[in-house]
């Protein structure tokens, strides 16, 4: 494909409301991140998938932050009873290998998700 | 723990001149160092990585273990450069990123 892929560019929730954001990776791309970035941030990891298999979840603010990727290749971030602090860019991020030469992790253009 | 750091939020330089963006990490094992860089309404890409020692479009970036730095060095700005720069350091899984720092390269 062109890259990755996220989907929708843009999503405006009301306070509460439950939202899902899904990340297309490059075919073939073995990891995939999840990253919150607030305005004026640096990217804050949120999880890394290896594969279907979800191997870090450190950076999920809260349990109402859920993310799966269940047949290793599409992912999706769900966010219950959005709040306003939620409100930031959600990028994902996929790269082809672990460690070494393969380890380039390209990007999505991300969603913004705006809480009101 | 993983942590970078960019001491700088911005930098500002003349066009031609040196330029030095500073990044020091946290990382009790070897690391992976990388440099990304966001232009204006592009997405997130990656400049360089320490293990290719390479030079991207000028730029290049030594890892200092001692120091437990990786600085990107520029000799001469110029105004094509003006972007927010992310250093990340990738440990035994995730990619962590510093909080950024924004370059404008006046004329």
């Known amino acids: 494909g062109a890259g990755v892929s996220q989907s929708p560019r843009y999503k405006v929730a009301k306070r509460g409301q439950d939202v899902a954001l899904r990340c297309d990776p490059i075919?073939?791309?073995?990891?995939l991140f999840w990253y919150q970035q607030a305005l004026g941030q640096g990217p804050e990891f949120l999880t890394y998938?290896?594969?279907?298999?979800?191997?870090?979840k450190s950076g999920l603010p809260s349990d109402r932050f859920f993310a799966e990727r269940p047949e290793g290749s599409v992912s999706t971030l769900k966010i219950q009873r959005t709040q306003q602090e939620d409100s930031a860019v959600y990028l994902c991020?996929?790269?082809?290998?672990?460690?070494?030469?393969?380890?380039?992790?390209?990007f999505g253009q991300g969603t913004r998700l705006t809480v009101v | 723990a993983q942590r970078v750091t960019q001491p700088e939020k911005l930098l500002s330089v003349f066009k031609g001149a040196p330029v030095e963006l500073k990044c020091n990490y946290s990382?009790?094992?070897?690391?992976?160092l990388f440099w990304y860089v966001q232009y204006s309404r592009q997405r997130l890409q990656l400049l360089l990585r320490?293990?290719s020692r390479e030079s991207i479009k000028g730029f290049t970036a030594d890892l200092n273990k001692g120091e437990t730095s990786f600085h990107l060095k520029k000799p001469f700005a110029q105004e094509e450069d003006s972007a927010m720069y992310y250093c990340?350091?990738?440990?035994?899984?995730?990619?962590?990123f510093g909080q950024g720092t924004r370059l404008t390269i006046n004329p």
């Open positions: 991020a996929s790269s082809q290998g672990l460690r070494g030469v393969n380890t380039e992790a390209f």
């Open positions: 075919s073939g791309h073995v990891s």
């Open positions: 998938f290896q594969n279907e298999a979800q191997l870090d």
């Open positions: 990382y009790s094992g070897s690391p992976e």
């Open positions: 320490h293990i």
């Open positions: 990340a350091l990738q440990g035994a899984q995730k990619l962590v």
